[in-house]
């Protein structure tokens, strides 16, 4: 599986981004696709969830409400729409694939190189 984030930028607090992740075609067969961000000098830490199996959706408690995942099937695309941008959302962005639904990056065998996301107060 071949995944490609981008869609980063420099938005104002209270702003809107669109990340993109473009998958390989055999992201259809069944993976979960999750989105996560890293501060520096922080661990990765998970941000939405999306099984590209059964449309299960799970987002952490502090992008709930602000971030939804949707996808476009002919394009295996996943899209990330981040709404009401607070500057703690500064990261980098990385999509990211799995055989198996779970939280921990650890779980993600496959990686695309991440997107920077900086929110200014």
């Known amino acids: 599986v071949q995944l490609q984030a981008s869609g980063g930028g420099l938005v104002q607090a209270g702003g809107s981004l669109r990340l993109p992740c473009a998958a390989s075609a055999s992201i259809s067969r069944g993976y979960v696709v999750g989105w996560f961000r890293q501060i520096l000098g922080k661990e990765r830490e998970f941000v939405a969830i999306y099984s590209w199996k059964n449309f299960e959706t799970l987002y952490a408690d502090s992008v709930k409400g602000r971030l939804t995942i949707s996808r476009d099937i002919a394009q295996n695309t996943m899209y990330l729409q981040m709404n009401s941008l607070k500057h703690e959302d500064t990261a980098i962005y990385y999509c990211?694939?799995?055989?198996?639904?779970?939280?921990?990056?650890?779980?993600?065998?496959?990686w695309g190189q991440g997107t920077e996301v900086t929110v200014s107060s």
């Open positions: 990211a694939a799995a055989t198996a639904w779970g939280t921990m990056p650890a779980r993600y065998k496959y």
